[in-house]
C-alpha cells in the first residue's frame, strides 16, 4: 500500500510559477511510474504529466508541455511538478497518484493504482 500526499497549491498570478510535491509512504515508491492529473469545476480529471520509476523517461499534456516539468527525488520518496508561465484555465485541483504496473510514464488514468487527496490551484488574470 502506497500513501500519496500533495502539497505546493496555491494561488498565483497569471505568468507565476508554483511548484507541487507528492510525498510518498513505502519502499516500493522508487519502482513506481508517476503521473499529475488535474480536475478542473465542471470537468473530467485529465492527464498532465508522468515520470518512470528511474525518471529517465517523462511524458506531458500537449497543453503544459514546455511549461511545466515533473521529476522525482527516489532517496526521498518525492515527485514533484514545477509549473512555470501559468495560466488561468491550469486552475484545478491537482493530483499526484502512483502506477505500480507499468514502469512506464503513462497518460491513461486507469493504469494508476493509487492516489492523492489532490492540491488546489488557483491562477488568477
Known amino acids: 500500500q502506497v500513501q500519496l500526499v500533495e502539497s505546493g497549491g496555491g494561488l498565483v498570478q497569471a505568468g507565476g510559477s508554483l511548484r507541487l510535491s507528492c510525498a510518498a509512504s513505502?519502499?516500493?515508491?522508487?519502482?513506481?511510474?508517476m503521473g499529475w492529473f488535474r480536475q478542473a469545476p465542471g470537468k473530467e480529471r485529465e492527464f498532465v504529466a508522468a515520470?518512470?520509476?528511474?525518471?529517465?523517461?517523462?511524458s506531458y499534456a500537449d497543453s503544459v508541455k514546455g511549461r511545466f516539468t515533473i521529476s522525482r527525488d527516489n532517496a526521498k520518496n518525492t515527485v514533484y511538478l514545477q509549473m512555470n508561465s501559468l495560466k488561468p484555465e491550469d486552475t484545478a485541483v491537482y493530483y499526484c497518484?502512483?502506477?505500480?504496473?507499468?514502469?512506464?510514464?503513462?497518460?491513461?488514468?486507469?493504469?494508476?493504482?493509487?492516489w492523492g487527496q489532490g492540491t488546489q490551484v488557483t491562477v488568477s488574470s
Open positions: 515520470i518512470s520509476w528511474s525518471g529517465g523517461s517523462t
Open positions: 513505502g519502499r516500493t515508491f522508487r519502482t513506481y511510474a
Open positions: 497518484a502512483a502506477d505500480r504496473t507499468y514502469s512506464n510514464p503513462s497518460g491513461r488514468e486507469t493504469n494508476y493504482d493509487y
